[in-house]
């Protein structure tokens, strides 16, 4: 028997054009209907009739709450999924700029919270569940397997743990409500952020020599948004290939 898509769940997901985002917009495509945020889209990209675009800057307020008044147009937003993000070269905090630093949190930590801020009275309403993406260097304190005095990326790691905060501050005040949020941090994932003439060298210091692909993130999303995870709240899930154990 099959669906309508005005029947379907309304689920958001940021960054949606590419890479892992757009892995997980497919993904939930299945049981939900999409509406992905991101700053510009190629035309037919997604391939799919469940997702509806939406152009939108994560980092402005006013685009985002603009974005959720037009996805929520398409029925009751029952969960939303942060991937949009941005890195930085490898660069050490002496030779980190504050114009850099400053940009990396604005984007990924303060997107964040912009979003996550937007999507709140959404989830109320709906007793939904909200993903938001970290970083196994969110974890870690350094991007790479190594720490190493010749650069840690600072300023994206500090952002990616301020994710891994915010997840547990929102689980907290959320829960009384019926809304669970988790998070999800990845390791080293094929995809733009990683040159490709450097996937075979990373796979050979990952315990399960190779790199993760963007579909097995979209996996713990779907699944972290799914009723088998329903006593599931404030947990940061890792999808690393054995990178980081804790």
């Known amino acids: 028997?099959?669906?309508?898509?005005?029947?379907l769940p309304v689920a958001v997901v940021t960054g949606s054009a590419s890479n892992i985002g757009l892995a997980i917009?497919?993904?939930?495509?299945?049981?939900?209907?999409?509406v992905g945020f991101d700053t510009k889209f190629a035309e037919g990209l997604i391939h799919c009739s469940n997702v509806v675009e939406v152009s939108c800057d994560v980092a402005s307020s006013e685009s985002v709450e603009k974005a959720f008044i037009i996805a929520r147009q398409y029925g009751p937003i029952k969960a939303v999924i942060h991937s949009a993000?941005?890195?930085?070269?490898?660069?050490?905090?002496?030779?980190?700029?504050l114009e850099i630093w400053q940009r990396l949190i604005n984007v990924n930590l303060t997107g964040t919270f912009i979003f996550s801020k937007a999507a709140i009275?959404?989830?109320?309403e709906?007793?939904?569940?909200?993903?938001?993406?970290?970083?196994?260097a969110g974890k870690s304190g350094y991007a790479g397997f190594n720490p190493s005095p010749s650069g840690t990326k600072a300023a994206y790691s500090a952002s990616k743990?301020?994710?891994?905060s915010?997840?547990?501050?929102?689980?907290?005040?959320?829960?009384?409500?019926?809304?669970?949020?988790?998070?999800?941090?990845?390791?080293?994932i094929e995809g733009a952020m990683i040159p490709q003439e450097k996937w075979d060298e990373l796979s050979n210091r990952i315990p399960l020599k190779r790199l993760g692909k963007p579909e097995e993130i979209a996996e713990a999303a779907y699944f972290l948004c799914s009723d088998q995870a329903s006593y599931i709240?404030?947990?940061?899930?890792?999808?690393?290939?054995?990178?980081l154990m804790d």
């Open 166 to 188: 915010l997840v547990k501050s929102l689980a907290i005040e959320l829960a009384p409500a019926g809304v669970r949020v988790n998070g999800i941090a990845p390791g080293s």
């Open 1 to 7: 028997m099959s669906v309508s898509l005005q029947d």
């Open 85 to 97: 993000a941005i890195t930085e070269p490898q660069n050490t905090i002496v030779e980190t700029s």
């Open 126 to 136: 709906t007793k939904g569940v909200a993903v938001l993406l970290s970083s196994r």
């Open 161 to 164: 743990a301020g994710v891994i």
């Open 233 to 243: 709240t404030g947990h940061i899930l890792d999808v690393n290939g054995g990178t």
């Open 25 to 34: 917009a497919r993904r939930l495509s299945c049981n939900y209907r999409v």
């Open 121 to 124: 009275p959404y989830l109320h």
